[in-house]
């Protein structure tokens, strides 16, 4: 693996030197806050994330019936609400309460905790260890709340803590009659951020709405932000499309084959793959693919998710060691992360 590694280092590092946002050190995203510590998304989390000194925290996004827009990770409520309880008629069809369904003084009335399963036998909590469910109070937030506590942070405390916003399933949305990244695009730029000299990375895994975000919306606002496409397993769903009249997954397997990422690079700044789409299994060992080092010879940033020290494939003895793979030996630009303070001391201690 050393010398496969050692290979794909090398050409990462000839790649950087001309990729446009190349950083000192890799970026450290808090991946829905500091979401390893207490429930995803939550201005606590975010608070809390904040004090660890990530580069960015992650705000994903999702519209109320009414049109603001929730930072959350689902369109529904699900796994990390008591929406069940507290409006146990507002369910759809098939069995989900959608955020679309609700105006943000309801959603307010909702108490946000750790993601959970539901089972016969009750919630069982996601990760196992991390914040206890039914404990202390959560609540959802809005773009505008959590902007204003990141920027108000950084006048108080005197960093420069950005935004990593993804606008999520915007093809469900539009199917829901809304446009869900004109939304975010216009908040954002009332917050002033409008071009590549404020701290913010706009991600989604739509290619399709990416492009238009590129191409329409952001020409039309005068605005210019750095792009990334995330890159799912097409299995997820992360996007559905119609397809003879229902809706099929869309396929993102062009996304790794030839010329696809020659296509992103036409539109965006980066790629936000699955980490496990950057290493493969050879011989019973770890070795990287060629997905990494391509993408940066194109001039992509690569910024892969996700990296949970409570995680850990089974290969590797540490979260240390994870990240001494993904950072000293690939090279990746940057990392999402649930537990923000811990990649950040790792990459201090090894850019020093």
């Known amino acids: ?6 290979l794909v280092l090398g050409l990462s590092l000839l790649a950087c030197a001309d990729t446009a946002l190349a950083a000192d050190k890799p970026l450290v995203i808090a991946h829905r806050g500091a979401s390893g510590y207490l429930p995803e998304h939550t201005l606590e989390a975010k608070a809390l994330a904040y004090g660890m000194r990530p580069d960015y925290i992650e705000q994903d996004l ?5 049109n603001h827009l929730i930072v959350m990770h689902d369109i529904h409520l699900d796994s990390t609400t008591d929406v069940a309880t507290v409006f146990p008629r507002r369910a759809r069809a098939d069995g ?3 955020t679309i369904d609700f105006t943000l003084a309801e959603l307010k009335q909702l108490r946000v905790s750790e993601a959970f399963i539901q089972s016969g036998d009750g919630p069982t909590q996601k990760f196992p260890g991390r914040f ?3 404990r202390s109070s959560f609540q959802l937030s809005t773009l505008e709340e959590e902007i204003e506590l990141i920027q108000g942070l950084n006048e108080t405390l005197g960093y420069d ?4 916003p993804e606008i999520k399933k915007p093809a469900f949305h539009h199917r829901e009659g809304r446009d869900i990244a004109a939304l975010a695009l216009r908040a954002l730029k009332r917050y002033g951020y409008t071009d590549r ?10 290619a399709e709405e990416l492009q238009r975000i590129d191409r329409e919306l952001m020409p039309k606002l005068e605005m210019d932000l750095p792009l990334v496409q995330l890159i799912a397993m097409t299995s997820w769903g992360e996007k559905r499309v119609e397809v003879g009249g229902e809706l099929v997954n869309y396929d993102y397997s062009w996304m790794r084959e030839k010329g696809g990422l020659e296509k992103i690079a036409g539109y965006a700044d980066g790629i936000g793959p699955w980490a496990m789409m950057l290493v493969a299994q050879q011989d019973g060992d770890i070795a990287p693919t060629a997905l990494l080092p391509r993408a940066q010879q194109l001039g992509l940033a690569v910024y892969p998710y996700t990296f949970r020290a409570d995680r850990v494939p ?4 540490s979260f240390d060691a994870l990240l001494q793979l993904f950072v000293g030996e690939l090279g990746v630009d940057g990392l999402f992360t649930d537990h923000p303070d811990q990649a950040r001391a790792f990459i201090n201690e090894f850019t020093e």
Request: aromatic fraction near 14%.
């Open 161 to 164: 803590i950005g935004l990593y």
């Open 197 to 206: 000299k404020q701290k913010i990375f706009l991600q989604s895994f739509d």
């Open 96 to 98: 989900h309460y959608y």
């Open 314 to 317: 089974a290969q590797l003895e």
């Open 1 to 6: 693996m050393t010398k496969i590694l050692s």
């Open 132 to 134: 206890p469910l039914g």
């Open 62 to 66: 999702v519209l109320s019936r009414d």
